[in-house]
């Protein structure tokens, strides 16, 4: 049997902060208001818009789980809805680096998401068809670039 590897194609980097100082932490969660973001790539174009949301549960061995929902204005005008889960393998030592003020960088912490986007724009209805997936390019303090590509 041959196993393929999942192919992508590149649709968008997307940068977007958080202040880090204003969130909630109820028990194991980190609740933050996104403050900014916005998107672009090949054909694409947008910023987020209120509100937009990032819950983050902290496992007991320091992993996040994101639970990611923001709304967007694309460029033609239209809304668009993102909603996303992933994972940052977070340790102490990396916590450490990014409280001393230190950028990482996507070779240094693993940073994945599943981004899906829901639109009632027509230019932008292939939206609604598929999956795709995010890598950490940067992460300092509460700002954050990566890249979202869309599986084939």
């Known amino acids: 049997m ?5 192919k992508t194609e590149f649709l968008m980097t997307l940068k977007g902060s958080i202040s880090l ?3 909630a932490r109820i028990n194991n969660k980190l609740i933050f208001e996104v403050s900014n973001a916005s ?3 090949s ?9 937009a949301g990032d819950w983050i549960d902290v496992m007991p061995n320091g992993t996040w789980k994101l639970d990611v929902r923001m ?3 694309l460029d033609d005008g239209s809304l668009a809805y993102f909603q996303y889960n992933g994972i940052v393998c977070m340790t102490e030592a990396l916590m ?16 994945r998401s599943a981004p899906y986007i829901e639109t ?8 609604n068809e598929i999956v795709c997936v995010g890598k950490l390019r940067t992460f300092n303090g509460g700002d954050v670039v990566y890249d979202i590509f869309k599986v084939l």
């Open 2 to 6: 041959s196993v393929e590897a999942a």
């Open 21 to 23: 100082t204003e969130g």
């Open 39 to 41: 998107f672009e790539g």
């Open 43 to 51: 054909g694409i174009r947008g910023e987020v818009v209120a509100p």
């Open 71 to 73: 709304n967007a204005k």
């Open 96 to 111: 450490e680096r990014v409280a001393n003020g230190e950028c990482l960088t996507g070779d240094d912490i693993y940073f």
């Open 120 to 127: 009632n724009s027509e230019k932008y209805a292939w939206l």
